[in-house]
C-alpha cells in the first residue's frame, strides 16, 4: 500500500536504531553490494513518518516529511529502515518496489530494501539512509 503524508516535526529526541544498523552492518561486513556510507543515527531533528498500524512487518510506504519524499521498509516488528526516494542515476522518484527492492521506474534501477545497495543498474550509488525507529504508534525518521 502506498501513500503520502506530510507531518511537522515533534520535540521528543529518541536514542537509536541498533537493530537496523546492525543488519546493515551484517551486510556491509558480508561484502554483498556497497551500502550507504555511514549507519546513520538518530541525532537530526525528529519527525513523524507515518502511523505504524500504516505499515505493516515486512510492508513497505512511501512518505513526504518536511517537503521530501522517503521511503520506509519495515523488516520486523521492532525495525523501521528509512531512504530516501531520490534515484542515485538520474533523480528520479524510486517506487516501493517489490517483495526485496526498491525500484526506479525510469530506466528499472533496484536497490536492496535491507540497506539501500543496487541490486540492478544503472544507479551508481546507494539510496541515502535515515535514521528510524518506532515509537508507540508512530514511526520516526531524523532527519
Ligand atoms: Fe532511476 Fe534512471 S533515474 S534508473
Same mark, same amino acid.
Given at each position: 500500500?502506498?501513500?503520502?503524508?506530510?507531518?511537522?516535526?515533534?520535540? %521528543?529526541?529518541?536514542?537509536? /536504531?541498533?537493530? $537496523?544498523?546492525?543488519a546493515a552492518? !551484517?551486510l556491509?561486513? +558480508?561484502?554483498? =553490494?556497497?551500502?550507504?556510507?555511514?549507519?546513520?543515527?538518530?541525532?537530526?531533528?525528529?519527525?513523524?513518518?507515518?502511523?505504524?498500524?500504516?505499515?505493516?512487518?515486512?510492508?513497505?510506504?512511501?512518505?513526504?516529511?518536511?517537503?521530501?519524499?522517503?521511503?520506509?521498509y %519495515?523488516p520486523?516488528?521492532? /525495525?523501521?529502515l $528509512?531512504?530516501?526516494?531520490?534515484? !542515485?542515476?538520474?533523480? +528520479?522518484?524510486? =517506487?516501493?518496489?517489490?517483495?526485496?527492492?526498491?525500484?526506479?521506474?525510469?530506466?528499472?534501477?533496484?536497490?536492496s530494501k535491507l540497506d539501500?545497495?543496487?541490486?540492478?543498474?544503472?544507479?551508481?550509488?546507494?539510496?541515502?539512509?535515515?535514521?528510524?525507529?518506532?515509537?508507540?504508534?508512530?514511526?520516526?525518521?531524523?532527519?
Open positions: 500500500m502506498k501513500q503520502n503524508i506530510t507531518l511537522s516535526p515533534t520535540r %521528543r529526541v529518541v536514542l537509536g /536504531t541498533s537493530l $537496523a544498523a546492525g552492518a !551484517t556491509v561486513a +558480508c561484502g554483498q =553490494g556497497k551500502s550507504s556510507d555511514a549507519i546513520p543515527s538518530a541525532t537530526g531533528t525528529e519527525y513523524d513518518a507515518t502511523d505504524l498500524s500504516k505499515l505493516p512487518v515486512l510492508g513497505t510506504t512511501s512518505v513526504t516529511v518536511n517537503g521530501h519524499n522517503y521511503l520506509l %519495515r520486523d516488528e521492532k /525495525t523501521v $528509512a531512504y530516501t526516494s531520490v534515484c !542515485t542515476h538520474q533523480g +528520479c522518484k524510486v =517506487g516501493t518496489g517489490d517483495s526485496k527492492n526498491f525500484i526506479c521506474p525510469c530506466h528499472g534501477s533496484e536497490y539501500g545497495s543496487v541490486t540492478q543498474g544503472p544507479a551508481p550509488k546507494p539510496l541515502t539512509r535515515y535514521a528510524a525507529s518506532i515509537e508507540g504508534d508512530k514511526v520516526k525518521i531524523y532527519l
